[in-house]
């Protein structure tokens, strides 16, 4: 992610300086509003960015979580099946059962059952945080893509690249707000 923001710095960088020597000349006034806009967008990717990154943390947090649920479903089912082999084996032997252990069996796969569902809610915590940061990440693409553009609309100064270029920061907006209110 970090080369990806350095190259956004580095176009917005250039396209201001191009912008700087083009208003001080008297030329062109709508290259000013060009690297407004390019500023704004610069900060909406940022935002972006900031917002994506996080979701991809707590994605990875959730999915930690419910691993470490199910290795703790798995060794109850382990225990559980352990104890039931006793008693089988007692059994084989004429021996009586242990009831403490009947009843440890239970209380298991009660447990087992509690632990299964918090594992699922823990995934879905991921899934959910996963499709945020999709989200986010074509919103941060886009609005690189339009800093690209509207340094290009700088230099060739073309001002009709400078309005696709807000068209490309509309649609990354589209997205910012979509992940927010996701």
């Given at each position: ?22 208003l ?50 798995q ?27 009947e ?8 447990e087992?059952a509690a632990?299964?569902?918090?594992a ?8 959910l ?20 553009i ?9 001002k ?5 270029s807000?068209g490309f ?14």
């Amino acid at each position: 992610m970090d080369e990806i923001e350095n190259y956004a710095e580095k176009i917005h960088e250039q396209s201001n300086e191009h912008a700087h020597h083009i208003l001080s000349e008297g030329k062109d006034r709508w290259v000013l509003f060009v690297a407004l806009s390019t500023a704004l967008i610069a900060v909406l990717a940022a935002i972006t960015g900031l917002l994506a990154g996080e979701h991809a943390d707590e994605a990875m947090l959730a999915q930690i979580r419910a691993s470490d649920q199910w290795a703790f479903y798995q060794a109850k089912g382990i225990k559980t099946e352990t104890l039931n082999q006793t008693s089988k084996i007692l059994s084989a032997f004429g021996k009586p059962v242990i009831a403490a252990d009947e009843e440890k069996i239970k209380q298991n796969k009660q447990e087992q059952a509690a632990i299964k569902e918090k594992a699922e809610d823990f995934q879905k915590e991921s899934d959910l945080h996963v499709v945020k940061h999709s989200v986010f990440a074509r919103g941060i693409t886009l609005f690189q893509i339009s800093i690209a553009i509207g340094a290009i609309s700088i230099i060739i100064k073309r001002k009709s690249l400078w309005l696709v270029s807000i068209g490309f920061a509309l649609i990354g907006i589209f997205f910012l707000t979509q992940g927010i209110w996701f």
